[in-house]
């Protein structure tokens, strides 16, 4: 069974920066991460996501200030956030595809890690 470990969430003033991880029990058939954010009252949306290849995506609210990156040696995917921003508020849940391909891949989640933006 696979499991998706987050940390790094926080309280934090606008215009600060965090750092969240989020470690994989494997990184066997791993096809993508991603990170993705619900707020209160609203629906969950994707934040960035990495493919294996070294592909990335950002939703444009966080283009230039978010950077996805993966250290394959330590299972852990990171989201460096900069220049943060009350509307970051948000629960950030770690996303992981396993599979041979994209059609027939299966999805894991986090337990999501809380991220508040207020002075």
């Known amino acids: 069974q696979v499991q998706l470990v987050e940390s790094g969430g926080g309280l934090v003033q606008p215009g600060g920066s965090l750092r969240l991880s989020c470690t994989a029990s494997t990184s066997r058939s791993i096809l993508s991460m991603g990170w993705y954010r619900q707020a209160p009252g609203k629906q969950r949306e994707l934040v960035a996501t990495l493919t294996s290849g070294g592909s990335t995506n950002y939703a444009d609210s966080v283009k230039g200030r978010f950077t996805i990156s993966r250290d394959n040696a330590k299972n852990t995917l990171y989201l460096q956030m900069d220049s943060l921003k009350p509307e970051d508020t948000a629960v950030y849940y770690c996303?992981?595809?396993?599979?041979?391909?994209?059609?027939?891949?299966?999805?894991?989640w986090g337990q999501g890690t809380q991220v508040t933006v207020s002075s």
């Open positions: 996303n992981a595809a396993y599979g041979v391909v994209f059609s027939t891949s299966r999805s894991y």
